[in-house]
């Protein structure tokens, strides 16, 4: 049985917890957390930090900008994460596109894509995730950004088992 208490959805940077996708995982999985974060990406992520304090089995849903958050935190605190879920993450902005080689994090890791994102291609955030992930499995739709079709269609009970 999935604890949605230890599920949580970080949104876009121009987005907040009234968006579409938040508003149906909140639906969807009562007790999901969909806090609304502002500021740089170190407020953000400052936000993002009190909040997983240092509770473990965490399953990061993370939508384009909130992905990049998700990744960064991941990838600093492995051991806190069950799972990651990257939603078109924008992965190609700092602080990962800065990063020297990290290691890789096994945290299974699910990445949903859509083949029309025009805001963030696809195959530069394959080659990111592949060399920042172990344990990843892709689901490429026919999509643009903000995934509105594909949110719907997804079988969301299996990709956060």
Known sequence: MLDTSRLIYLHGSDSDSNSG?????REWFPGMLTPDFTGSFDERMS???SILADKTGWTLIGSSYGGLMGAVFTLD???QVRKL?????AL???PIASLPQPEPASVPTIVVHG???TVVPLEPVREVVQKLFTNVKYYVVEDDHRLGKSVHELDWNSILA
């Open 21 to 25: 996708k938040a508003r149906l995982f």
């Open 47 to 49: 936000q993002l930090y």
């Open 77 to 79: 605190h492995p051991d």
């Open 85 to 89: 879920v990257l939603l078109a993450p």
């Open 92 to 94: 190609m902005l700092d």
């Open 115 to 117: 083949t029309l994102d």
